[in-house]
C-alpha cells in the first residue's frame, strides 16, 4: 500500500505539505500542486484513502498491550515483535498506542474505553488464551483486531500465529533421524492453548515414526527454569529401560534447567543425553552447550499482524486473515 | 497528580461522562454533575488543567524511540522500562507512541514531523550520545523532553540517568573488600559516554583503595561476548607478576564470554578468579557459576521520565529536571 510519505518523495516535497495540499489547507504554485497530483496518481495512492484518513473521526492508531514478564525471567520477542510492528504501521500511515495490560474483565473495559474515546482504530492482541473475553468484545462491537495467536477453535477471526505444532515436529524429527527412540517432554499445564498446540507435533512426529510415548515421559508444569531442574531429575531417575535419551521442551528456561540437572549427574549434554529447547533465547547460544531449539518467525508475525490489521481499518479486506507461519528448528551442539 | 479516572472513580460514574460533562458535550442529573463537580474540588483536579487536556490542540501523546537490539542480542530493558512508561503515562491521561529509530540526521526529521503534525506533546530520548542532534532540535524547538541518559555536560536539559559510575564503584569495592588487588576491566570504546561513566567508578574506587591500576588491565571493545573473549584471554595471559585476580565487565554479555575463557583454562570462577558483569541479564543467574553482577533501576527510571515529561507537558515545573538514579550490586558466585 502506498503511503503519504511515499507521495510526498515522488513530488520532492514534504509530507505536511502534501498533506496540506490534498485537504486543501494550504495554496501552492500551480507547477508544485501538478507535480504532487502526477506523483498521486503515479503512485496508486487512492484519493479516497487520503480523505478518508485525514477526517477528524480517525485517529491512525492501533492499540496494543501485553503481559509483562516477571522481572526475573525476559521477554526476548518483544524488541522485535514492536519494532516490526511500528515500521509497518508507520509505513501505513499509522501509529502503534501501547497500554497495560490487566487481568480479566477489567482489561476489556481498557479496550472499550479506548474506542469510547476514539484513541485507536483497531488493535493487536497477544497473550491470546482459551475463553479470551476480549475476542468476543471485540467481534461484538465490530471493532477491527488482530491476534498474534489463535483461540478456541469455533471462532473465526482475523490472527496471526506461529505453528507451534510444526516446531516440536521438527525437533522430534530431528531427534529420531539422530538415532533416539526414546523422546521425553517437558511441557506446559494442559489449560495452555499454546502448550497443547506445541505437544500436537511431538505426539504427531511419534507416531508418525510408529514411536511408542509413555505418560511418565510427560513433564506437565510451569515454563520455568525450577519446573526444568524437577522434571528432569525425574525423568532421568527413570529405570533403564524406559530411561529416556532425549528431552524436547516448550521453551529454553525449561531447557536449561534440564541441562544443568543432566550436567550435575555426569552426563555429557550432546552426547549421553540430547536436549532441545523452544524459542531461541538470546543467550542460548551462549550455553555450553550450545542449546539446539525452535526460533519463532516474530519480525514477520508483527508485519503481518499490522499488513492484515490495516486492510480490515481501511476496509480492503485482505487476501486472508489468518496466517499460520513457520518456525525453524536451530540445530547446535546440545541435541 | 490526579487524572480524570481518579475523578471519574470518586464520582462512581465512568471517564467518559467525567469528560464529557466537564467539556459540556452531555447534560447529566443535577445530582450527577454535583458529585462529579463535588469529585473534582475534592480531589484537587484543576479546571484549567482539564480545559487544557480537553483543547483539540493537545495529542496527550509521548513520543518514543528506541534502538533494535541486534538479532542475537536481547534487550532486556525494554519490557520493563516501555511498561513503566506506559502506566505512569496513563495514570497521568497520555498515552505513549512509539516510533522507529534512525540513525542520525534523518532521525531529528521523524521527531520534527511527529511536533509538526502535532501527533506528540513531547519525547522521552533514550540511546542519547555525545553530541546527540535531538537534543538540540528539541531545545531549540523548545519542545518539552526528557532524556534517559546524560549527554554533553555543558548541556542543561531534563534527564533521567542510572549512576553507572556508582555501579562500578560498588562492583570494585566489592572485590576489594573480598581482597583483591589486582582487578582488571573489560570496557567499552572510548567514544561511548555511557562505558566512560561507569569506567569512572573504577578509576575511583582503586584510586580511593591506593590501588595502581596498569594500561594493559583496560580492554576496550564492543559489549559482545567475542570480544569478552578475546579480553579475558588476553588478560588471563598476562605474565604472573601481573596476573588479574578479579575481571569487571561492562555488560552481562562480555562477562559471559570471560567466563568461558577461564573455564576453558582450567580455573574455577569465583575462585581462581571472580568475574563480574553489569545488567543483570535475566539469564545471568541460570549461569554456573550464577554471575554477581551490577542490575539497574529500570523500572524507576522509566517512571521518574514520565513524571519528569508530565510535569514540563503541563507547564508544572518539576521539582528537579534530573535524577541521577543509583544501580544495586547483586552478588553471587562468580566473584
Redesign the interface.
Known sequence: MITLKQVATKAGVS??TV?KVLNRKIQVSEETEKRIMDAVRDSGYRPNQIARNMRAKRSL?IGYS?V??S??????I???F??SM??EA?AAGY??????FRAGQAHVDDYR?LI??S?VDGFVLSSVNYNDPRINFLLERRVPFVSFGRSNPELDFPYVDVDGADGLLQAVEHLIANGHRRIAAIAWPDNSRVGNERMRGYFQAMQSAGLKTHPEWIERGEGT?EFGREAAFRLLELPEANHPTAIVTLND?QA??AL?VA?ERGLEVGRDVAIVGFDD???S??L?PALTTVRQPISEAGHKCVEILVSLMERNPPQDHQALLKPRLIVRASG
Open positions: 509530507y505536511q498533506s492508531m501485553w509483562q514478564t522481572p526475573d525471567q525476559v521477554n526476548h518483544l524488541d522485535l514492536l519494532t511500528v515500521r508507520e501509529h502503534l498506542l501501547p497500554f497495560p474505553e469510547d474515546t484513541r527454569y528456561t536449561i534447567g544443568h550436567r533465547a538470546p543467550m547460544q551462549y555450553q
